[in-house]
């Protein structure tokens, strides 16, 4: 294996359409360890992405000493990303938390466990024996966490206290692919599978940088593009990354305008007669109502909204119009841009046009950010119901009441769930008191810092923090809690194209860290939560029995477990609902099957059901339609230029992994502002410069690159807080300093990537 910092994607092995991806066994180890020195390997995947890498964990001495990639299962074929590669050397850190730690005025200080708990446990009972009860608390977890746990959490939060201010760093990243497809085909799900990659003859990649953020599916297209008949390739994105200097056609998109590019793309499928018009009426709703939308928006009109040539659009048209077997990526260009949830959509609308979903090459990845966010979805633990159910449908809620045997007005469902976004606004205002926190580090990943700063710090809020390390958010709790992460514990979860894996326990986790499901489990007995029948309310202890009663939730459900085991697990991934969904061209919309009534795409009003059933869907999927409207905050004199703000390739979402890996961290140490020549001549910045980057909200320093991007928009990674910098020598670095508190209407996913900034080159004196 070469050196895969210098070369993320590692050698190529070609391969052509309907040929299997050929096997490439991946391995890092410690140093002087050789695999004959390895004394047992352990099954897992990577929860530092959301590709779902398969590898088995190497042991030695009782500590985790490198991985290696399982060369027969479905999803990586022996393939491991740079993070996976290096990123296990966070688990034997100095610096994990290994004791629980509660707040004594300004300081925090070790404590144990019965310490620790009985301040959450007296705290959570006064709040639910005070005036508003469940009103005042809320949890906010993660996209790292077991399904197992997030379904324990799902239920102690929904049928044991009955709150529903439930949700997680994963509404900044996938709340959008849930929306879409809950929009455009009824529930959550996938649609496609990583094998279409095999298949395909065209790539779409709309505001996907697979090349960083999932490289292993990105290795997969480099291979299928070296190959023989390779695949056309579309990408859309401001900055000049790998995957756009790889494509046929790359459309710099002005940032904020996705919704127009769309517009104007489907009206050429339509007008040029590209769709395939005995599919959309046996199969989809909206299609008259689509085409008045979209007629306004002609290649010229979309060039000038979008700043593009017209020429390269008309390419981007054909490329699109011209396939057979199209496959579309979605990812943060389009989640966290504006209009998020419509332009999403209107890639979904792409493929319905054309026909092309359901069957080998013809798929929509509507991508995921973290790990294990499909997991939050399925079981609850963010604002949906366990097992893609309605909160809006009676039957439903009876279904979970039943299952639970609990009240059904025990179970939230009086109104919409609470978006991350409002669970902070209800912690800031106060009718939160108490928040629980875990696996992730807001006080680093959310928008506008200060303000979370602020929040944290309110001495009415009791603050819970469950993590490995002691992060910037840890820093302001009242109460920390050492967990355990992967390979020190056993659970599943599943990857974007719906493939579940089983990560086994490779080695106890350090001190008297815990299982985050231990920790919910020990929360729930403390709480004495009961069922109707005085039972407890949560009857299992191991992640297998956890599973076992998520399987139940799961049954009869568009992501049904029921066939999937442990054993199974065991022999690879395994897919819930088959390689594809909707090959009969039959969507999730009967209203007493859907996961949802809708949402006005503008407003984000919610249909009733209605109106819902008044559409009659029967099985068809809904083709939405939606004007492009400028983006909530845009350049001005003050703030002239654009921040848009991603991943790298060696860092995972706040670092508290990566960073603590020496070859991830020396790869990528430090914050810096990519910049165009054109706006750096402007300025008097060249290459390496100390450059000041300011918006209404905050302001951060960077070394400035120059190139790779658009006029008019600066690009910052948001990975970077300041763990591993001494006070003495910080200075501010993250950029959500500068991003803005606002949202999409129907996902409610943070804007992070539209943000109004300025810039200018620093003078020592400024320094």
């Known amino acids: ?8 994607w590692g050698e190529r092995t070609p391969y052509g359409p309907g040929e299997n991806w050929p096997v490439r066994v991946d391995m890092q180890l410690a140093d002087g360890i050789g695999e004959a020195d390895v004394d047992r390997w352990v099954q897992s995947a990577s929860i530092l992405h959301s590709n779902g890498d398969a590898m088995d964990i190497a042991v030695r001495d009782g500590r985790i000493a490198g991985v290696r990639g399982r060369p027969d299962d479905r999803v990586n074929h022996g393939r491991l990303d740079p993070k996976d590669l290096y990123g296990w050397q966070a688990n034997n850190s100095a610096d994990r938390l290994t004791r629980p730690l509660v707040r004594q005025g300004a300081r925090l200080v070790e404590a144990d466990w019965d310490t620790a708990m009985d301040r959450i446990v007296n705290r959570s009972r006064d709040l639910l024996r005070g005036p508003g009860g469940w009103g005042h608390l809320g949890f906010y977890t993660s996209g790292q966490l077991f399904l197992e746990e997030y379904y324990t959490l799902g239920v102690l939060g929904k049928a044991g206290i009955g709150t529903p201010h439930m949700d997680g760093n994963t509404r900044l990243c996938t709340a959008t692919a849930a929306a879409a497809l809950k929009a455009s085909f009824g529930t959550d799900g996938q649609p496609g599978s990583y094998t279409d990659v095999d298949h395909c003859d065209a790539i779409a990649l709309w505001g996907h940088n697979v090349a960083e953020t999932q490289t292993v599916l990105w290795m997969r297209m480099l291979d299928r593009r070296r190959g023989a008949n390779p695949p056309a390739m579309l990408a859309v994105d401001p900055r000049s990354t790998p995957v756009a200097r790889e494509a046929d056609v790359h459309l710099p998109v002005r940032t904020g305008t996705n919704q127009a590019l769309l517009n104007g793309l489907l009206r050429e499928m339509i007008r040029r007669g590209w769709h395939d018009e005995q599919y959309v009426n046996a199969h989809t709703i909206g299609f008259d109502e689509l085409c008045r939308v979209v007629e306004p928006y002609s290649i010229d009109r979309v060039a000038e909204i979008c700043d593009l040539k017209p020429a390269d659009v008309e390419c981007a048209a054909e490329l699109l119009g011209h396939a057979e077997r199209l496959l579309s990526t979605v990812l943060q260009g389009f989640y966290q841009s504006n209009q998020a949830t419509a332009a999403a959509c209107q890639v979904n609308n792409l493929h319905l046009l054309r026909g092309m979903i359901g069957r080998p090459g013809a798929g929509i990845y509507q991508m995921n950010g973290q790990p294990t966010a499909q997991n939050t979805r399925e079981t609850g633990a963010d604002g949906d119901l366990p097992g893609l159910r309605n909160w809006g449908n009676p039957e439903h809620i009876r279904e979970l009441a039943e299952l639970w045997n609990v009240d059904e007005m025990t179970i939230p469902h009086w109104s919409p769930p609470t978006h991350a976004m409002q669970i902070w606004r209800y912690a800031e205002q106060g009718s939160i008191k108490l928040l629980w926190i875990s696996a992730t580090n807001p006080a680093v990943s959310l928008p506008d810092l200060a303000r979370i700063r602020r929040i944290l710090a309110k001495p009415e809020l009791f603050v819970v923090v469950q993590d490995l390390f002691l992060t910037e958010t840890a820093q302001l709790a009242d109460v920390v809690l050492p967990a355990a992460t992967w390979g020190e514990k056993t659970g599943t979860f599943t990857n974007v194209d719906r493939t579940v894996h089983l990560s086994e ?31 407890p ?7 297998e029995e956890a599973y076992a009663a998520w399987q139940r939730c799961s049954a009869g459900r568009p992501c049904d477990y029921t066939p999937i085991s442990y054993e199974g697990l065991r022999a690879g991934g395994i ?8 090959t ?7 209203p007493d ?11 984000g009003a919610e249909f009733t059901a209605d109106h819902y059933r008044a559409k009659e869907p029967a099985g068809r999927a809904f083709l939405h339609a939606a004007d492009f409207q400028p983006s909530p905050e845009v350049p001005s004199d003050d703030y002239p230029l654009l921040l848009t ?7 995972f979402h706040t670092r508290t992994k990566t960073g603590r890996a020496p070859e991830l961290n020396a790869a990528a140490p430090d914050v810096w502002v990519e910049l165009h020549r054109e706006d750096a001549d402007r300025y008097g910045i060249t290459d390496g410069d100390l450059v000041g980057i300011a918006s209404p909200r905050g302001a951060i320093e960077a070394r400035a690159r120059i190139g790779g991007i658009r006029p008019g928009v600066v690009f910052v990674p948001f990975h970077y807080g300041y763990f591993d910098v001494e006070p003495a020598r910080r200075r501010p670095r993250a950029a959500n300093e500068m991003t803005v508190t606002a949202w999409d209407p129907v996902s409610k996913q943070p804007i992070f990537k539209v943000a109004a900034v300025r810039i200018a080159k620093l003078t020592r004196s400024d320094c």
Do not use: H, S
């Open 1 to 8: 294996m070469g050196d895969r910092i210098a070369d993320p």
């Open 505 to 535: 326990k490779a080695v106890d986790p350090p001190g008297e860290a815990r299982a985050d499901l231990d920790i919910f489990l020990d929360y729930a007995r403390r709480m004495d939560f009961r069922n109707r029948d005085g039972a």
């Open 537 to 543: 309310l949560i009857d299992w202890t191991t992640p």
């Open 575 to 582: 897919q819930w609902g088959g390689e594809r969904l909707y």
């Open 584 to 590: 009969d061209g039959v969507f999730n919309t009967d």
């Open 593 to 603: 099957y859907c996961e949802t009534y809708g949402q006005d795409l503008t407003t």
């Open 645 to 651: 703000t991603g991943r790298t390739v060696y860092q």
